[in-house]
């Protein structure tokens, strides 16, 4: 059987329309929303009392100072909880920088 330029064209066509579905239908869910599932705290911009107490022992715990250190603050976060998406992590760590 010989593939002709047509059904090359219209495979390349599937192929595209295919990634493109894939990729469309990527979506992340915001830290709030992620900080509001694993620490049963309304969604808000700013992480809840939960959630920081719980950073800040996991990260002195750990000896980590997320002032100097954040991008390790925010690996150490990760790996104390692994539902925390590194959006999540990062705006905890944020937070206790800024507070």
């Known amino acids: 059987m010989r593939i002709g330029p047509m059904e090359i064209v219209v ?3 599937l192929a595209g329309f295919l990634l493109f579905l894939v990729v469309s239908q ?5 830290a709030s929303e992620v900080l509001e599932a694993i620490f049963d705290e309304p969604a808000t911009p700013i992480p809840g ?3 920081r107490v719980w950073a800040l022992s996991a990260l002195h ?13 925010v690996k150490v976060l990760r790996q ?10 990062k705006v905890l760590v944020d937070t ?4």
């Open 11 to 13: 495979l390349l066509l």
């Open 96 to 99: 206790l920088n800024r507070f």
């Open 49 to 51: 009392h939960k959630a």
């Open 26 to 30: 990527r979506h992340t869910r915001p």
């Open 80 to 89: 104390a909880e692994p539902r925390l998406s590194l959006a999540a992590a």
């Open 61 to 73: 715990e750990a000896g980590v100072d997320p002032d100097s250190d954040p991008l390790y603050a």
